[in-house]
Antibody, heavy 118, light 107 residues
Framework: QGQLVQSGAEVKKPGASVKVSCKASGYTFVAYTITWVRQAPGQGLEWMGWITVYNGNTNYAQNFQDRVTMTTDTSTSTAYMELRSLRFDDTAIYYC???????????WGQGTMVTVSS | SYVLTQPPSVSVAPGKTARITCGGNNIGNTNVHWYQQKPGQAPLLVIYLDRDRPSGISERFSGSKSGNTATLTINRVEAGDEADYYCQGWDSPSDRVFGGGTKLTVL
């Protein structure tokens, strides 16, 4: 069925970068797209972008285009999301998801809490 | 940018039917997915492509669409259905968008 396991919580200072990992298992990694979604404390879901694993194509939400990079390592079935120039309002839980052909996220990671604090 | 509009909250008594709407001016031309999120948990896909249920999701959950409004219906609501519900669509073939979320309270 598939599983996504994310890296642990991070605390960063404003202006720093964070790189969150997402390790896939139980399915053919290259056959799906990985998306990233974040959720600020007490807020709703915000789509950040996707990466097509088999060819590395990416599409980022306009809000993040200048600060985010999504990559994958097919040798370890791991996806990465790097967010640069962190601000206080980047404090959130970051989720990776597996997106099926119907563009629905049918598998979610457990989430990674990123706290931006001085 | 494309906006999907959900009511912030819906309340329903146990055993009754809950309906959560999702409005957007392009919904009629695309598909909608629905996610359930319980406190402290990652979201869970409960409806995809407007009305299809993933395996393992209760038959009490159903989806429909009319015009520019999609609706998630939960029949015979149980206490365990209390959660936040999000609709998801896309603005273009490339961009995804989530509704603001609806908190379902079981009275």
């Amino acid at each position: 069925q598939g599983q996504l396991v994310q890296s642990g919580a991070e605390v960063k200072k404003p202006g720093a970068s964070v790189k969150v990992s997402c390790k896939a298992s139980g399915y053919t990694f290259v056959a799906y797209t990985i998306t990233w979604v974040r959720q600020a404390p007490g807020q709703g879901l915000e789509w950040m972008g996707w990466i097509t694993v088999y060819n590395g194509n990416t599409n980022y939400a306009q809000n993040f285009q200048d600060r985010v990079t999504m990559t994958t390592d097919t040798s370890t079935s791991t996806a990465y999301m790097e967010l640069r120039s962190l601000r206080f309002d980047d404090t959130a839980i970051y989720y990776c998801t597996r997106e099926a052909l119907v563009r629905a996220s049918d598998v979610w990671g457990q989430g990674t809490m990123v706290t931006v604090s001085s | 940018s494309y906006v999907l509009t959900q009511p912030p909250s819906v309340s329903v008594a146990p055993g009754k039917t809950a309906r959560i709407t999702c409005g957007g001016n392009n919904i009629g031309n695309t598909n909608v997915h629905w996610y359930q999120q319980k406190p402290g948990q990652a979201p869970l896909l409960v409806i995809y492509l407007d009305r299809d249920r993933p395996s393992g999701i209760s038959e009490r959950f159903s989806g429909s669409k009319s015009g520019n409004t999609a609706t998630l219906t939960i029949n015979r609501v149980e206490a365990g259905d209390e959660a936040d519900y999000y609709c998801q669509g896309w603005d273009s073939p490339s961009d995804r968008v989530f509704g603001g979320g609806t908190k379902l309270t079981v009275l």
